[in-house]
């Protein structure tokens, strides 16, 4: 069939920007234009002109509405009006009729610039989308706010506004959220739900990588929940809503199930017994020393079992009163605090950054 290869060859050739653009020009007074790839029953009309299409403008069909005339698509289209008339058979001094579709040959297009539209790809989100148009992942989201963020689908028809600013990153936080990746030593529990801060993600990939290089042949660990992209409220959770929590699982004696395929992987509970103190101590002593930590929670017995390691490596008394709560009692002060719950992970926080000030806001625990 003859008209499938020339709208194809327009799709793949003439102007391929055109060819994934569904352009709605404005609203109300505006025409519908609808483009070669946009899989419409195009008439013959349109076929027959393929070959007609100047400077690289491939033709379009527009639906007149109310109050289209001939002037008003000469000057939004740039198309000579002779040519509009021409082409659609309109004698001198005819306006088109409501509702008819029109052909012509736009040598601009006014307005698709604000509109583009992208369709989401394999392995997409909204951040790499946002990066790639140089745009907020904040205006896409709002752009797209029929589109669930969280769960951006293959072939979702995303609304580019391309004539707004770039992004910066007092308003942007396209600097600001990042995703942690699965990575040596360590596995992610829930990937959707890896998305924080970059000073937390990347404080926190230090520590592992750090860790896991010091005990290649240690059991890989598991990171649990960090945030949903942008954060907000997360099931299971008080915190983890501003990209600034993660739960880190213990180096432990008896690992279970730490293999990828297994669904089962949980955290498991640490005893003073079980926990694996100089692979657990090692890690959080690479997180305080990043000077980013606000605090990590920490049950106290097991802070007990790290203190006993940590002194017998000769870490300094002062040192130990700062970190520790333990043998202080609960209650006390210190950068790891005891919270129900955390036998089976410890929580870390990050405090907010200079740069990250307007964003920021500490939510409790
Ligand atoms: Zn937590």
């Given amino acids: 069939m003859s008209r499938n290869k020339k709208s194809s060859r327009w799709g793949e050739g003439l102007l391929p920007g055109l060819a994934v653009l569904m352009v709605l020009l404005g609203a109300g007074r505006a025409e519908a234009i609808l483009t070669p790839n946009a899989q419409h029953d195009f008439s013959e009309r349109i076929m027959d002109v393929a070959s007609w299409a100047v400077d690289g403008f491939a033709p379009i069909e527009v639906q007149a509405r109310r109050r289209t005339s001939v002037r008003m698509l000469a000057k939004r289209f740039g198309s000579p009006a002779d040519e509009i008339r021409r082409l659609n058979g309109l004698g001198k001094g005819d306006e088109p009729e409501r509702g008819t579709m029109l052909l012509l040959i736009p040598r601009r297009h006014p307005r698709h610039e604000r509109h583009h539209v992208h369709l989401a790809h394999l392995g997409e989100t909204f951040e790499s989308v946002a990066w790639a148009y140089k745009v907020c992942v904040d205006d896409l989201v709002s752009w797209n706010w029929r589109v669930d963020a969280r769960r951006l689908k293959v072939g979702t028809a995303l609304r580019i506004h391309r004539e707004r600013r770039r992004c910066d990153r007092r308003s942007g936080h396209l600097d600001y959220w990042t995703r942690l990746g699965s990575g040596p030593g360590y596995r992610v529990r829930t990937p959707s739900r890896a998305w924080g801060t970059k000073t937390l993600i990347h404080t926190l990939r230090r520590a592992l990588v750090s860790t896991h290089q010091a005990y290649p042949d240690a059991p890989r660990l598991q990171v649990g929940d960090i945030s949903h992209n942008h954060g907000g409220p997360i099931a299971r959770h008080l915190s983890h809503r501003v990209g600034r929590d993660v739960d880190v ?107 990250e000030e307007d964003d920021c806001e500490e939510d409790s625990e």
């Fill in 249 to 355: 699982g213990y180096y432990i004696k008896t690992p279970i199930g730490t293999d990828d395929h297994d669904i089962t992987w949980r955290f498991q509970v640490a005893t003073p017994e079980t926990l694996e103190p100089e692979k657990t101590w090692h890690l959080i002593s690479e997180l305080l020393q990043s000077g980013k930590i606000k605090v990590i929670l920490m049950d106290y017995e097991l802070q007990g079992a790290l203190y006993r390691y940590a002194l017998s490596q000769g870490v300094s008394e002062r040192r130990l009163r700062w970190i520790f709560q333990y043998p202080k009692g609960y209650g006390t002060g210190g950068m790891l605090q005891h919270y129900p719950g955390h036998a089976d992970h410890f929580h870390v926080r990050v405090r907010c950054q200079p740069d």
